[in-house]
């Protein structure tokens, strides 16, 4: 089992940046790819952002939702412990519940890095809100 645990969600004005955290623990080992998703009021879960690990078997990938290029960054640490997902310039459409997603499929092509069925694991979720 893996457990995630996310925090840095918060309230901001617009243009304004936030960081969020995603922990892993348990058996993180079998963990190749990493996600950040996000739920609005009244609308289904979108990816945002989507990485291999530094050991996924197939090598790096990554993938950001259009929104949020040039916008968010999503970094690991070398130990699988800890995810960040760095935020700036936020706007009120960034408004949500982000959410930490973990998978263990070893093979996860670019496209597919935001189907939410490819992941295992996920955490209970931190609030993002941004005012205008």
């Known amino acids: 089992q893996v457990q995630l645990v996310e925090s840095g969600g918060g309230s901001v004005q617009a243009g304004g940046s936030l960081t969020l955290s995603c922990i892993t623990t348990?058996?993180?080992?079998?963990?190749?790819?990493m996600a950040w998703f996000r739920q609005a009021p009244g609308k289904e879960r979108e990816g945002v952002a989507a990485?291999?690990?530094?050991?996924?078997?197939?090598?790096?990938?990554?993938r950001y939702a259009d929104s949020v290029k040039g916008r968010f960054t999503f970094s690991q640490d070398n130990v699988k412990t800890t995810f960040t997902l760095q935020m700036n310039n936020l706007q009120p459409e960034d408004t949500a519940i982000y959410y930490c997603?973990?998978?263990?499929?070893?093979?996860?092509?670019?496209?597919?890095?935001?189907?939410?069925?490819?992941?295992?694991?996920w955490g209970q979720g931190t609030q993002v809100t941004v005012a205008s």
């Open positions: 997603a973990a998978s263990r499929y070893r093979t996860v092509q670019e496209y597919h890095l935001f189907g939410s069925t490819v992941y295992d694991y």
């Open positions: 348990g058996n993180t080992a079998k963990v190749n790819y």
């Open positions: 990485i291999a690990t530094r050991d996924a078997p197939a090598g790096y990938v990554e």
